[in-house]
């Protein structure tokens, strides 16, 4: 008679054991998991519930105390967490994925087929597009409206270069915005060759043709940021920091994301003028799961590319030249007084040895003895060799690709001394002892396998040079992981909700189909997103 009382005791034992485990809605176990926590750096399982993970572990620990409907089992598959692009400009991404694309054209004719298939398709009334990089042909001089005007005499066209610092237009284009060989522009330049314009604009004197664009509707706005997201999302990107939005997109990037029809996570640079700035320095920080409204972008100088950076000796390769301040150093100055009175971040691109210097004494000047402030320079891309100090405090913002896409001419243009303080990764890294990775695009690929590539071996797709680009400006695999996720984080005032997996964070993480930490690094650029997830929810 005491058999079937024990029975009934054990079988009480082992449902009182079963409905202690937690429920939880996602469980993922049976990985190999990054997790860039450094008190715990791998794992192979965790559990989510409400879109965060309340445990990490191995399997048999996340199994013995939870239980979901949704339960994973990778079979080894490697998970990092949620990448984060530290310096893009997506809203962009999705608007140029309007118009013609002229990325890895390799000459004219090559990017006047382009617009010829794009406008039998379109039919468009004013051509746009994106991507033409001179350096790239074999003839690198700048183009001139001369073929455009023959192509497209009456119907305008305005085609940006690869960085976004040059335009290339036809006369209709400029007859529309009223440029003619009178006109004056400061912070930029109106190409001319024997007095005559050549159809070549550099930074500001772009503003005066885009001014006369037509305006997108509402429809092919939302279009534009969802084709954006689409493209990220698979390539496993879950937070991307916009550097430059204006106050309508950020309020559409807002509603969408309230409706639930836009996913990504996004930190905004608030794109400089007196109107936005005064505007959110009244409103001030906003933040929602995600969206995060509290730093300002500003441009110090142009581009290297299109010889806008500004430096402290003439260019190599233009004699005289030292290019252009975009934001005069008055304003600059007046900028970082207000924004280091204020709770908001500022982060400036800065790319020529001139800028990033007057930038670097100027946050200096204005923060003074305030702490955790997390400015940023933006690019840090030429730099003083007797400046690098001005880092401990302030964070470098860089884009790997840039290296490897500038490698082939950037001594060129600024010589053997001044290429030795470029790119310099690794030395930027060690002084502040983080350093942020993006890519810049849609100046670069999106893909950020290419940035993880590029960082680590510093050379191009194609493996030259044999022994990478200023190696000893290299970065580990520990180190570029961290600058992907949990450096990223920090620069946008998020590292403790994001960019590493552990306990109370969002489940914001990405499965590779190998791994990344350790297949030989010419694989890396092959590697493909298996899943990608945001706050515990697959969004590819």
């Known amino acids: 008679m005491y058999k079937p009382l024990i029975y009934l005791m054990s079988t009480f034992v082992l449902l009182a054991c079963a409905q202690e485990k937690e429920l939880s809605d996602l469980i993922i176990t049976n990985a190999n998991i ?6 715990a750096p791998k794992a192979e399982a965790f559990a989510v519930k409400d879109g ?6 191995t399997s048999e620990e996340i199994n013995d105390h939870y239980q979901s409907e949704n339960t994973m089992d990778l079979d080894g598959a490697t998970i990092v967490p949620g990448l984060i692009d530290g310096h893009c400009h997506f809203n962009n991404l999705g608007m140029f994925m309007q118009t013609v694309d002229l990325t890895g054209t390799t000459g004219k004719k090559d990017i ?35 073929e455009l005007d023959k192509l497209y005499p009456s119907t305008p066209v305005a085609l940006s270069r690869i960085d976004g ?11 529309l915005a009223g440029i003619n060989n009178s006109t004056t522009i400061t912070g930029g330049e109106i190409v001319k060759k024997d007095g005559r314009i050549t159809g070549i604009l550099v930074d500001n004197a772009m503003g005066l043709v885009w001014s006369v664009i037509p305006k997108p509707s509402l429809d092919s706005r939302i279009a534009a940021l969802k084709d954006a997201e689409t493209h990220c999302l698979k390539l496993g990107l879950t937070t991307v920091t916009d550097a430059g939005l204006n106050k309508e997109t950020v309020e559409l990037i807002d509603s969408l994301q309230q409706i639930d029809e836009l996913k990504m996570k996004v930190y905004a640079m608030i794109s400089m003028s007196p109107e936005n700035l005064d505007y959110y320095l009244e409103k001030g920080i906003s933040k929602t799961d995600r969206l995060h409204i509290r730093s300002f972008k500003v441009y110090a100088d142009g581009a290297l590319g299109s010889r806008g950076a500004t430096l402290k000796k ?11 301040m975009v934001t005069s150093l008055e304003d600059l100055s007046l900028i970082a007084k207000k924004l280091a009175r204020s709770e908001f ?11 990033n210097s007057y930038v670097l004494k100027t946050y200096a000047k204005e923060l003074k003895s305030q702490t955790n402030r997390r400015w940023r320079i933006e690019h840090a891309q030429v730099i003083d060799l007797d400046e690098f100090d001005y880092f401990t405090e302030i964070i470098p913002s860089v884009q790997p690709t840039h290296a490897t896409s500038d490698m082939y001419w950037a001594e060129d243009r600024i010589g053997s001394d001044r290429i030795q303080g470029a790119y310099a990764y690794k030395s930027l890294l060690e002084m502040n002892g983080r ?12 893909n950020p396998m290419l940035t993880f590539y590029a960082a680590v071996s510093r050379k191009d797709l194609k493996g030259y040079p044999e022994n990478g680009f200023q190696i000893k400006n290299a970065l580990n695999r520990e180190e570029t992981l961290k600058g992907m996720t949990i450096w990223a984080a920090y620069a946008n005032f998020e590292d403790k909700e994001k960019g590493s997996l552990e306990v109370n964070k969002y489940a914001d993480f990405v499965v590779l189909d190998r791994d990344i930490m350790t297949v030989p690094i010419k694989e890396v650029p092959d590697i493909e997103i298996n899943g990608t997830y945001i706050n515990g929810e697959k969004v590819y």
């Open 112 to 146: 006047f087929d382009r617009i010829k298939a794009f406008q039998k398709k379109k039919n468009a009334g004013f051509i746009t597009g994106r991507g033409w990089d001179q350096n790239d042909w074999e003839e690198k001089a700048y183009p001139t409206k001369k």
């Open 314 to 324: 003439p260019y190599s390769d233009r004699e005289g030249h030292y290019g252009t």
């Open 435 to 446: 350093i942020v990775l993006g890519t810049d695009f849609p100046v670069e690929k999106v």
């Open 52 to 57: 965060r993970i309340v445990a990490i572990g």
């Open 345 to 355: 971040q500022m982060n400036t691109h800065a790319i020529g040895d001139s800028a």
């Open 165 to 175: 610092h040059a335009l290339w237009v036809n006369q209709a284009a400029l007859d």
């Open 34 to 39: 990054y997790t860039v926590n450094e008190t």
